[in-house]
């Protein structure tokens, strides 16, 4: 059974950093593309960062160019986010994703496992 399990939210000045992680458990996530969504309050979920695990390669969501970086741990399969220059508009549970038919990253239908998310604050 896949399991994500996100940690390192918590609450931040406008201008700092906070990384979140997600460790991942129950199968080889070589073949995975691994996401991040965040849904504030009122708001639809919406795409954040995402790597393909087999080349890591990455994509930012337009609003986080610049200030977030997704990156991978093999030997740990966890997943990181890398929050810098944060803003009051980056307030939101952060989930991590996971799929194998990920064609679209920004596409939450793609990703087959969710975790529970992580609240960031960013106060301002």
């Known amino acids: 059974q896949v399991q994500l399990v996100e940690s390192g939210g918590g609450l931040v000045q406008a201008g700092g950093s906070l990384r979140l992680s997600c460790a991942a458990s129950g199968r080889t996530f070589t073949t995975y593309t691994m996401g991040w969504f965040r849904q504030a309050p009122g708001r639809d979920r919406e795409f954040v960062a995402a790597?393909?695990?087999?080349?890591?390669?990455?994509y930012n969501a337009d609003s986080v160019k610049g200030r977030f970086t997704i990156s991978r741990d093999n030997a740990k399969n966890t997943v990181y986010l890398q929050m810098n220059s944060l803003k009051s508009e980056d307030t939101a549970v952060y989930c991590c994703s996971a799929g194998t038919r990920v064609y679209s990253v920004a596409q939450r239908s793609g990703y087959d496992y969710w975790g529970q998310g992580t609240q960031v604050t960013v106060s301002s």
């Open positions: 790597i393909r695990w087999s080349s890591g390669t990455t």
